[in-house]
């Protein structure tokens, strides 16, 4: 794919071009505000070294760069260094592999340091406490905040909270997929309740989201349209309206851009993971820009009224729970682990 565009009624166009390296690497992208070309918004710049690593990854407008990240590797082939906007974060690893820390000189984000058994469950972290108990099949049955309790088929089926006692229970159909989430409070009342609908290949096409459980708030319900395994919009309720529109390069998850309901087009900056790191507007100009910790975890963001549910290696974070969708998994960037 070298061109994708986007165009039509209720939605402002769109052009996207891709350019690539000899091997089929990205080299360039440029998105653009309009079909023909004309009205820039950001371009990406792509360099690799003599081994085909990417070296630099740069988002730039009509004034200069918005975002960069240059990279540095060992004789492993795993990064080192990151250098950024923010600064600079250096990573080491153990002899299997397992990242065991991420030093940063950007005050605002936390430095990491985890370690990990035999099997390589996490035993410590130092956002996260040292609790970390593992039982069999390598299920985390607590992690000092919170303790699990799973069905036979390995799907979490209970999180609580140990000073608090909030429960929050897990339900799960006959194909192992995640259909509702209640949490209860130490009193047994109901305190907040999700429930997700997939269609008959498996994606996600609903979710109903009842903040208050059994308070007076209604629940509220966000429909998902699709083009192949990618959400093209989503509709609020039973309305006809998109509330927001997405367009996507050729990779998967690769999100370029969303417009919502009102108009307004937020263009997705990522990293070389594909973590949506920054977000701009029309003319380029840097809205949000958002940092994560290793695990997917959003650690601050600069404007949280420039938002996209779409982060973590492209994929969707679900608010209301803290879980990233993956499709046919959950994620919990809190303990590093897929929930089913």
Avoid: C
């Amino acid at each position: 794919m070298t061109q994708v565009t986007q165009s039509g009624a209720g939605v402002d166009d769109k052009r996207v071009d891709f350019a690539y390296d000899a091997i089929g690497q990205f080299e360039a992208i440029s998105r653009y505000s309009d079909l023909a070309g004309t009205s820039s918004v950001v371009s990406s710049a792509y360099d690799y070294d003599q081994l085909n690593r990417l070296k630099r990854l740069s988002h730039s407008n009509s004034t200069g760069e918005v975002a960069f990240y240059d990279f540095a590797y060992d004789a492993a082939n795993r990064i080192t260094q990151i250098t950024d906007v923010d600064g600079s974060s250096d990573y080491s690893y153990n002899a299997r592999n397992e990242l065991i820390g991420a030093d940063h000189t950007d005050g605002s984000n936390p430095d990491e340091s985890y370690d990990y058994d035999a099997n390589g469950n996490r035993v410590s972290s130092s956002l996260h406490g040292s609790g970390y108990v593992t039982g069999a099949n390598n299920q985390l049955l607590s992690d000092g905040i919170y303790t699990y309790e799973y069905d036979k088929e390995g799907n979490l089926i209970r999180q609580t909270e140990i000073v608090t006692g909030i429960v929050r229970n897990l339900t799960w159909d006959y194909l192992n997929r995640l259909v509702r989430v209640v949490d209860v409070d130490s009193a047994g009342s109901e305190v907040m309740r999700v429930e997700y609908t997939y269609d008959i290949v498996g994606r996600r096409i609903a979710k109903s989201v009842d903040s208050d459980g059994a308070g007076n708030a209604a629940a509220q319900t966000l429909r998902f349209v699709y083009d192949r395994d990618h959400v093209l919009m989503e509709f609020d309720g039973a309305s006809s309206v998109p509330n927001m529109r997405y367009l996507y390069g050729p990779q998967i998850d690769q999100i370029i851009a969303q417009q919502d309901g009102m108009g307004i087009t937020l263009w997705m900056l990522s990293d070389h993971l594909g973590t949506v790191k920054d977000l701009v507007d029309d003319a380029g100009n840097l809205v949000n820009h958002r940092t994560f910790d290793s695990y997917g975890n959003l650690v601050v963001q600069s404007d949280d009224s420039f938002s996209s549910r779409y982060g973590f290696t492209g994929r969707e974070f679900d608010e209301e729970t803290g879980l990233h969708y993956y499709r046919a998994r959950y994620y919990d960037g809190q303990t590093g682990r897929f929930i089913g």
